[in-house]
């Protein structure tokens, strides 16, 4: 019996490795490798050309005019892009061009113009997925083009991770292939060659890689890339609220029946739900009369409906029925895109901007830089979190982002532990950070 058990998993494995070897082979063709050069500002050096830096990432074909699906960090704040295939062309400057990009998902499309036909990538299915599923990660891993880790599907439906930059949109595909720095916009494919997921990031410890990489869906990612090919921005409805889970003490606290549902925790003024009249402390029960289950489909139906469209909200208020009509507005989104373009800063593995006016608060955070991105490394090892706000580096005010920028400059090299002042809402605290 042992030995027939034996037999049939050796059967297994060798069937799993010719379907790699063939998912693999059907991949290459539309696999690119993407370089970026970007060139940082050097504040308060006269006449300074900047600092010139290069990163890679990994892309793949949807269809045979050129169009290119990677992450939008791997080309946010470009100054020029070139583009790699398995076959040795290799394209830059003006034949290589941003159509679109969608920092909320961490998606981009990028074009090749050049007198070819480009073998579009076959795109599967990524709401069959199941988890156990043998999956491949292809790309480019610390400039290795072509490289494929193989792995599993560990978890579907991850979210609210330290990654995202806004709305909470996330639903990632969790697995064990290894993604790798270079791998950010590459295909995550199942074994029959078809891409399943685009390959986004990875959660790492000071200690080394951990197995736990995280891949956008490609029906995400489909529905993403055709808007940002149409319209060149994905359109998204907005309500201008902040909203968060209904927990069993908050369900009590407010008398609602179950769990279901979302608190509203912010309302943005001259925004379409302030202009409804909602409230914080409102406790959402239905949109358009249907019952919410949770704050990722709240916020995903919302952004679903176009501007301008009527939604009906059921909600309670201090333990009153109410019902709301809002007029939905557009969700706008900056990107970092376009030669001289603001470049996202990475030091730390923190992606930071300039505080808000909404975010002063006297005696509290006057100053500092708010995190926007965690995307692994010695931030996320001290355990900063986006939102957070960082006053002060070395016990030395940290007045906005040109001043994070100089303190990075200054501290390139360095062996010793930064000292960071640290706002998380009203409560300061200090933390190390290996730079």
Known sequence: MRSLVALLLLAGAALAQVSFVTAADAMRPSLVSIITDRIAPVADTAGSAGIQSQELGSGFVLDTLGHILTCDHVVAGYDDLTVKFSDGGTYG?????VVGQDPITDLAVIRVMAARRFAPAELGNSDELEVGQPVMAMGSPFGLEGTATAGIVSALSRWGLAKSTGPDFQDFIQTD???????SGGPLVDVQGRVVGVSSFVRTLRSGPTGIGFATPVNLARSVASQLIAHRQVIRGLLGISTQPITEEIRLALGLPTRTGVLVSSVDADRPGARAGLLPGDAILTLDGKV????????????????????????????????????????????????????????????????????????????????????????????????????????????????FERIQRIMRGTQRPLLLRVFRGSQAFYTTVQP
């Open 93 to 97: 400057g003006s034949e290589v061009t």
């Open 177 to 183: 292939a290894l993604i790798n720095p270079g791998n």
């Open 292 to 403: 919410v289950p949770d704050v990722r489909w709240f916020q995903s139906e919302v952004a679903a409906r176009s501007p301008g469209t009527r939604v009906a909200l059921g909600l309670v208020r201090k333990g009153q029925r109410k019902s709301v009509t809002a007029t939905l507005g557009m969700w706008t989104v900056s990107t970092q895109s376009g030669p001289g373009g603001v470049v996202p800063k990475h030091w730390l593995g923190l992606v930071v901007r300039n505080i808000g006016a909404t975010e002063v608060r006297p005696g509290v955070s006057e100053y500092g830089v708010v995190v926007v991105e965690v995307e692994g490394g010695t931030g996320a090892d001290a355990g900063l979190r986006p939102g957070d706000i960082i006053a002060e580096i070395n016990l030395a005010p940290v007045r906005g982002a040109a001043d």
